[in-house]
């Protein structure tokens, strides 16, 4: 996993850094349908208090297509910059008082910062919320159901090419039906 022992980070002075690249494979993350192994780098920088993590990360994704419910493979990249405090003084080995789980990561008692948890959280958050297998997929159709980039049906489209196109349809449809009661 992505663990990095920051003892000696942690006593430095303030402002020092260190720079890591780091792969993670995607079994790894187990509560994902990783699809290649997670890449990037981190730059660990010392806060004083704590420690920031300013790291890159790029992986891939199966999914199912928000549109016509097929396969599809999505890249993930982006940042994350998060802080991790320690749990233990680095020089005494007290314990420290414990930081809000919304506030920070934990650096755990032997000084090793968990990076993760903070990545797979940050992964989580890229995914698309309707994933699409290619941007220009057309879809079902939704009088048959039958996948429209594989083929076309006879089914009558009139819908207007506007977010509510559907709604009209609903419209003429009930003025029919009440003209003819």
């Known amino acids: 996993m992505l663990a990095f022992h920051v003892a000696q980070l942690l006593q430095a002075p303030q402002?020092?850094?260190r720079h890591y690249t780091y792969?993670?494979?995607a079994e790894e993350f187990t509560?994902?349908?990783l699809t290649r192994p997670v890449r990037g780098e981190v730059t660990l920088i010392n806060l004083g208090r704590s420690i920031l993590a300013d790291a890159t990360y790029e992986s891939a994704v199966r999914a199912e297509c928000g549109r016509c419910l097929e396969p599809a493979i999505i890249d993930l990249s982006g940042r994350l910059q998060e802080e991790f405090v320690p749990t233990?003084?680095?020089?005494t080995g007290v314990r420290l008082p414990s930081v809000a789980e919304d506030e920070a990561f934990p650096i755990d008692a032997?000084?090793?910062l968990h990076?993760?948890?903070a990545v797979r959280q940050h992964l989580i958050m890229a995914l698309p919320m309707q994933p699409l297998c290619r941007p220009d997929c057309r879809g079902l159709c939704v009088s048959c159901g039958i996948d429209l980039n594989r083929g076309t049906c006879d089914c009558?489209?009139?819908v207007a090419d506007s977010p509510f196109g559907v709604l009209s349809l609903l419209l003429r449809n009930g003025q029919a039906a009440s003209t003819s009661e």
């Open 15 to 17: 402002g020092t850094t």
């Open 23 to 25: 792969e993670v494979p």
């Open 31 to 33: 509560d994902l349908s």
């Open 88 to 91: 233990v003084d680095v020089r």
């Open 110 to 112: 032997e000084h090793v």
């Open 115 to 117: 990076l993760d948890e």
């Open 156 to 158: 009558a489209h009139e």
